[in-house]
């Protein structure tokens, strides 16, 4: 599809497209599988397969009972589509998206919400970015790696610029929605797993890592309680400060991006964290289309019953009823393993897994996920 034919897709929208439009949890047009789940699969950026390739590999993922790819569209740094407010690295989504839908497969666009590395705002805004309680910005400071420059999500033209980038997705009409990743404060404390990576021990809540104490922040806070949080004794425990940053993050979903979404009659998904606390992300308390937490077993030092564990956590949670797709990282399990958890997410109450990543996934783990998916 070339770029004119890619423009058309986007301006059109309407009752016949909507008519069309897949609930969370049907099945694509065509499909002749009964099974009780439904499956996504993350792609990550991929501009150097062909057509042929990705035409192939669409088929093992059809066969194999894939429903849903969300490929990664929008990295924080560059969008791989025809955007006219970001810095655009190959119109890639022009390539597969029609390959895709022509497999049979809906097509979800995985963008990167909080973070932002894109030069020029990083240079121009530096005020957007969260400041953590020692005073420092991400956007000269950030934590863990470099790339954990977080806008703040108390600040209109913040609200603004990722709702542009939503906006533009949500116009394209092939397009089956838009997936949310990153759509959080920083860490405050990793996963234990992770935590020997980065040569830290975090048993608390430590002030390089907490977000966001920025002068808007503060003062809305100051407002709605008379606090200050950079006085509170204890920031940690205080119930209110928690409170406040979990409605910022929940505000953007569900009076800004969601509202976006729905009026060209798409799906909102996240990428959410089952610690949510740590990340300031009360995502059950989003109006979503589905929310697929990353339960990365090996991260959390668990194993596959976990998993189920979680989903039933989860999916009783959901404020509003969101479907809850169980996140799999199938690089950290086997082919049996993986077969478990698609297995104990059904049992536990889950609408479906999702799978991280398509690049992960190795013929004897697609044969895996089929036997899971079919066998009673």
């Known amino acids: 599809m070339n ?3 890619f423009a058309r897709l986007v301006g059109l929208t309407g009752a016949g497209l909507a008519a069309k439009r897949l609930l969370p949890g049907s099945l694509p047009p065509n499909s002749t599988a009964k099974k009780p789940t439904k499956v996504w699969v993350w792609i990550g950026t991929d501009l150097h397969a062909t057509v042929d390739e990705w035409k192939s590999r669409f088929e093992v993922m059809r066969n194999a009972g894939v429903d849903a790819i969300l490929p990664e ?14 810095p655009v690295g190959q119109p890639w989504l022009e390539t597969i998206l029609p390959l895709a839908k022509d497999a049979g497969l809906e097509v979800h666009a995985w963008m990167w919400t909080m973070p932002c590395n894109v ?4 240079e121009k805004h530096r005020e957007w970015f969260v400041v953590n309680r020692l005073g ?7 934590v863990y790696v470099n790339y954990y420059k977080f806008l703040c999500p108390s600040r209109s033209d913040v609200w603004e610029f990722v709702g542009k980038t939503v906006s533009e997705l949500s116009r394209i009409s092939e397009l089956d929605g838009v ?8 860490d405050v404390i990793l996963p234990v797993g992770l935590q020997p990576k980065y040569h830290i021990v975090q048993d608390k809540e430590y002030p390089q890592y907490d977000y966001c104490y920025c002068d808007v922040c503060s003062s809305e806070f100051r407002k709605e309680t008379g606090f200050d949080p950079m006085k509170l004794e204890e920031p940690s425990s205080d119930l209110e400060w928690n409170r406040f940053r979990y409605d910022r993050i929940t505000h953007i979903v569900n009076d800004i991006l969601r509202p976006i979404v729905h009026k060209e009659q798409k799906l909102l998904t996240a990428a959410v964290f089952p610690n949510w606390k ?22 959390y030092d668990e194993g596959v019953t976990w998993v189920g564990e979680q989903t039933k956590e989860e999916v009783g949670s959901q404020k509003y009823g969101a479907p809850v797709y169980s996140g799999l990282s199938v690089g950290q399990l086997s082919s049996d393993e993986l077969a ?12 479906g897994v999702a799978l991280f990543s398509g690049g992960s996934m190795t013929p004897d783990k697609w044969q895996s996920l089929k036997r899971a998916l079919t066998e009673k």
């Not at 030069?119 to 990083?122: K, N, Q």
């Open 179 to 186: 997936h949310l990743d990153y759509i959080r404060f920083p």
């Open 278 to 299: 740590n990340v300031r992300q009360q995502w059950s308390h989003w109006r979503l289309d589905g929310a697929m937490p990353m339960l990365y077993s090996r991260f």
């Open 73 to 86: 569209i929008y990295n924080s740094r560059e969008a791989f589509y025809g955007s006219e407010h970001l």
């Open 119 to 122: 030069l020029a705002i990083v």
């Open 136 to 142: 420092e910005s991400s956007a000269d400071k950030p």
């Open 340 to 351: 478990r958890a698609v297995r104990v997410s059904s049992e536990s109450g889950g609408s």
């Open 3 to 5: 770029r004119r034919e």
